[in-house]
């Protein structure tokens, strides 16, 4: 079975307003469309509530929420290097029945199915403004930008091990924004 992850469907959300969710499906290939052996991983943003009408019939599985700050083409390849579960999942569609008013999906070998979906990783790297940041860090490093000998290479080097170290996507103009504002906010006196 092919999986096909396609970058225009994990449109980033970043900036993305408060009460934003993105979330994860995997359509089965009876529901993609793509042919017999393709399924489809669809990210769908949402303010507040809600899912899309396929998933709520069961006709789609739930893959869980991801930041909503995701970079799309981490999140791209953490979902290839899954995609061999993602295809066992997408096995077990037995496709859809009519209820009488809906076509209802049917999911077979349940336990395998929470199985596998229990082993996922969704994990992939985010944006991060840079006050975020350094407030999550809660490190002190006003002594670092006094004594920067240019605090553009130095903001550059913060975005480097920000992403190495964090898988945290850091704008490099923010952090030097930020270091601004920390030199701006010293007491002269204080020296």
Known sequence: MKLN????????????????IAHLYLIPPDESG????????????????????????RRWLSLGPVNTEFVAASLVAVLRDQAETLCQMAD??????????????????????????????LECATY??????????????????????DLDDWAEGIVETAAADCEVILDAED?????????????????
């Open 128 to 149: 991060c403004s840079a006050s975020d940041w350094f407030t999550e860090v809660g490190s002190d490093l006003l002594a670092e930008i006094k004594n920067a000998d």
């Open 175 to 191: 952090v030097r924004d930020w270091a601004d504002e920390q030199l701006l906010d010293v007491d002269p006196l204080d020296d």
């Open 5 to 20: 992850i396609d970058i225009d469907k994990a449109a980033e959300t970043r900036g993305s307003c408060s009460g934003t």
């Open 92 to 121: 077990c569609y037995s496709g859809s029945e009519w209820d009488g008013h809906n076509h209802v999906g049917r999911w077979r070998d349940q336990d395998l199915l929470q199985d596998l979906k229990y082993g996922l990783s």
């Open 34 to 57: 793509g042919g017999d052996d393709e399924a489809d991983i669809y990210v769908w943003s949402n303010v507040g509530s809600g899912v899309p009408e396929p998933a709520y019939h």
